[in-house]
């Protein structure tokens, strides 16, 4: 099987006012299909700017990334824009949807810039949004949902366009434990329907839900191991 991921001696050198900043300094990995990984370490540790790298937000200094066998430093902006929007579904610890439309069009939002037509989209929409547990909240806008609701519009936006790769970045870090311990449930469903997940944060109990553990500290991954002790899914609370 051709691994998802690889990364190999990535550098990211960011120079501001005459200093330079090594916020990566040789990373090599490789994440398979279906994996589910939590990436941690303190802050200033550079797992930030190694989701930015593997999302397409970033290019490296030096080194090569490849995803789905595709060397990314080769590709053009049009090219970039391309896969952030096919491949790759975005979730933010501050949900980044549109507060005046509704959970229906914000998760319409991606297949818009794809180009896909309206009726074709709008089902597509309700179909991600019924797959988390919203479909009776469809025409609800930002501010008339909980927490946990928004960030669930938020995983359906990413689901909407079948990405490779779901990234998150503190998902849960807005949301009470309540409600993190739902959407982590989400998460670990999603990753047994075969999703490939890498989700960046800096709570060990967050941590443990992923099956595979990175550790960075001053731009180099200090441990990559397996979890011995992840939750499953019959530990965790129903999605309301």
């Not at 939002?109 to 089902?123: C, K, M, Q």
């Not at 609701?149 to 366009?161: F, P, S, Y």
């Not at 309540?178 to 109990?205: C, K, P």
Request: glycine share 8%; with cysteine; charged share 25%.
């Amino acid at each position: 099987m051709q691994p998802l991921i690889v990364l190999e001696n990535v550098t990211k050198v960011y120079r501001t006012e005459g200093e330079e900043v090594h916020a990566l300094r040789g990373i090599s990995l490789v994440v398979q299909p279906n994996e589910y990984v939590a990436i941690m370490g303190p802050s200033g540790s550079g797992k930030s700017t190694l989701m930015h790298i593997l999302g397409c937000l970033d290019t490296p200094t030096s080194g090569r990334y490849l995803l789905n066998g595709r060397d990314v430093s080769q590709l053009d902006d049009d090219e970039l824009a391309y896969i952030r929007n096919r491949q790759i579904g975005f979730v933010f610890q501050t949900f980044n949807l549109l507060p005046r439309a509704t959970a229906l069009k914000n998760v319409e939002l991606p297949l818009i810039y794809a180009g896909v037509p309206a009726a074709e989209r709008r089902e597509r929409a309700r179909r991600a949004l019924e797959a988390v547990g919203l479909g009776d909240r469809l025409h609800h806008r930002p501010n008339e949902l909980s927490g946990g609701q928004r960030q669930r519009v938020a995983i359906a936006r990413a689901l909407v366009v079948n990405p490779a790769l779901i990234l998150a970045d503190e998902p849960t870090g807005n949301l009470d434990s309540a409600s993190g311990a739902e959407i982590m449930r989400l998460f670990t469903q999603l990753w047994q329907l075969g999703n490939t997940i890498i989700l960046v944060t800096h709570e060990d109990y967050i941590a443990r839900y992923a099956r595979r553990i990175i550790r960075i500290r001053d731009g180099r991954i200090e441990s990559d191991t397996p979890n011995p002790e992840p939750v499953h899914l019959e530990q965790l609370p129903s999605m309301p």
